[in-house]
């Protein structure tokens, strides 16, 4: 292109045929340095296009890299799209059997809870009946408490009663007189031949002496009961009089000993009682004289008034 344009001006130059040699030498060096330039221009432009070459082949490595990129990315779009559809139709169907399930656990909860709070209600039920009856039981423990103590205090009172009346008959003892204490009572046993005369009801002197030694004990122990028991061995009563038989005899017997007892003014009345057993409540064998001997006798039982045991066991 240079080259035509240079041409042009030298023939423009030479058919005017008005140009100066200076002037020539001047074009002709600025046609070397456009020649040069021209040289240069092409030179770089043969670089350029190998530049140009190399970059469009690599653009098109790249690309066709990110397409085959772009592909793999589709195919694992694909594959993750169809797990999630999988994984998607799995939580429907879990959400489902879950709500299910979940309803029925929730009542299966709710009636356990019902269960719970009934038998939290039963056992606080329980645990105050269990105080109460802890209670209960602490008031009876402190009643049995008092009770073996007022026990323990009638023993030892019938002890001592027992002691006193030992002390008072002293003199009688061994003649036909025992004295016992058991099953907290105390027996004053006295056979018939300290008392009375055969078949009769009349105490002697010195039964009546023995009676009233008994009586002077008993009037200074207000809370005794006292009960007087007649005694018979089993032969038949053939004396003489208004007796019908050994119970009758042992029960005007029995009455003559409260007759006696009656005239001590300390002895409560009402503490008294006389009863007959005729033959019917032997401590020994009727068949030996020793042993009747022992049948015919007079029992003074003295049993503690039992009013305030008897609360106390009734509170029980």
């Known amino acids: ?26 074009l002709k060096d600025r046609y070397d340095v456009l020649k040069a330039e021209n040289e240069s221009l092409m030179s770089q432009l ?23 990129e772009n592909s793999r990315l589709k195919m694992d779009l694909a594959a993750v799209q169809n797990n999630l559809d999988r994984l998607q139709a799995s939580y429907d169907a879990l959400e489902a059997n879950s709500s299910s399930s ?46 073996e103590g007022i026990i323990a205090a009638k023993d030892a009172k019938m002890r001592a009663l027992k002691d006193a009346i030992s002390s008072a008959l002293v003199n009688f003892e061994g003649n036909g007189l025992t004295i016992e204490q058991r099953d907290g009572k105390v027996y004053v046993s006295m056979e018939n031949k300290l008392l009375f005369e055969s078949g009769s009801w009349a105490v002697n002197s010195r039964g009546r002496e023995a009676v009233v030694q008994l009586g002077s004990v008993l009037s200074e122990n207000k809370g005794i009961a006292v009960l007087i028991e007649g005694h018979t061995d089993n032969v038949p009563y053939g004396g003489s009089g208004n007796i019908k038989d050994n119970w009758d005899l042992s029960t005007k017997r029995a009455t003559a000993i409260v007759n006696i007892l009656t005239q001590n003014a300390g002895i409560p009345k009402e503490n008294l009682t006389a009863a007959g057993r005729g033959e019917y409540a032997p401590i020994a064998s009727n068949t030996t004289s020793e042993g009747r ?17 008897t609360r106390l066991l009734n509170d029980i």
Do not use: H, W
């Open 102 to 147: 979940l309803s029925e656990n929730l009542e299966r909860n709710r009636k356990l809870l019902e269960e719970l709070e009934a038998k939290e209600k039963r056992l606080a039920q329980e645990e105050a009946r269990l105080k109460e009856l802890q209670r209960e039981l602490a008031a009876r423990s402190s009643r049995v408490d008092e009770l």
């Open 46 to 68: 043969d670089a350029q296009k190998g530049n140009t070459d190399y970059s469009e082949a690599r653009f098109r490595a790249e690309i066709e890299k990110l397409n085959t």
């Open 293 to 309: 001997s022992k049948n015919r006798r007079i029992e003074v039982i003295l049993t503690p008034k039992l009013d305030e045991i």
């Open 1 to 26: 292109m240079l080259k035509k344009i240079f041409f042009g001006i030298i023939l423009v130059l030479f058919f005017t045929s008005c140009v100066s040699t200076k002037i020539y030498e001047d």
